[in-house]
């Protein structure tokens, strides 16, 4: 395979056009490689419109996807980041290529100590992971500029919002399947929010996150 060639045709058919024509961007797909970060035995798929499985329901997203959120939070080199669920480590280095620090947890040890292999491996130093339960946030180096979950949440948790910086932003996949909305949520200070509808998707769930009251009868 020429990798090179694959992820060029990565991001003109499918990157490009999913809406995804940030320049700084594009180029950091192009800088990071994402063949690195995926499982051996699907190193042939990591080109492909996919998600990619890592074990224990957790999954890679597709690569238009990744590349379109990370368009959507606008980054800046200042930012400090909180990742919920780290999985392969990729994200965490496309957001680390444009921010100023990510903090990236994971619940599963095992994905965690493979990020991180990864990730020193390609001299990304401004990442920090740790491993726990983030269902409800990580408040433990709260507030920061932009929060990102990597998971979808049937119902947005106000615990994930409060932990914003006036003037942060938190995106998030929202709903239950078949139906989910990518939501960018701003704090706009003094009380006042703003939320925007993205697109709609469909990806694995968080674990541990609050679930909607269901009706018994």
Known sequence: ???????????????????????????????????????EKYRPLAFVDMEIPLGHGEMMLAP???????????????????????????????????????????LHGHLSEAAAAKLAGHGVNNVTLEVGDAGHGWQRHAPYD?????????????????????????????????VM?????????????NEVGLFETCIAPLHNVPQPERFVF
């Open 181 to 193: 909305t990518a939501r960018l949520v701003s704090w706009m200070g003094d009380g006042a929010w």
């Open 1 to 39: 395979m020429n990798l090179e060639q694959a992820r060029y045709n990565m991001i003109e058919s499918q990157i490009r056009t999913w809406e995804v024509l940030d320049q700084t961007v594009l180029d950091t797909l192009f800088a990071v490689k994402r063949e690195d970060y995926v499982p």
């Open 64 to 106: 238009k996807l990744e590349a379109r959120m990370l368009q959507e939070l606008t980054l800046k080199n200042t930012d400090r980041v909180l990742e919920i669920g780290t999985g392969s480590g990729y994200m965490a280095a496309l957001l680390a290529a444009l921010a100023g620090h990510v903090f990236s947890v994971e």
């Open 146 to 178: 932009v929060i990102v979950l990597t998971g979808s949440v049937p119902l947005l948790p106000p615990d994930f919002a409060a932990q914003l910086k006036p003037g942060g932003r938190l995106l998030a996949v929202v709903g239950e399947p078949p």
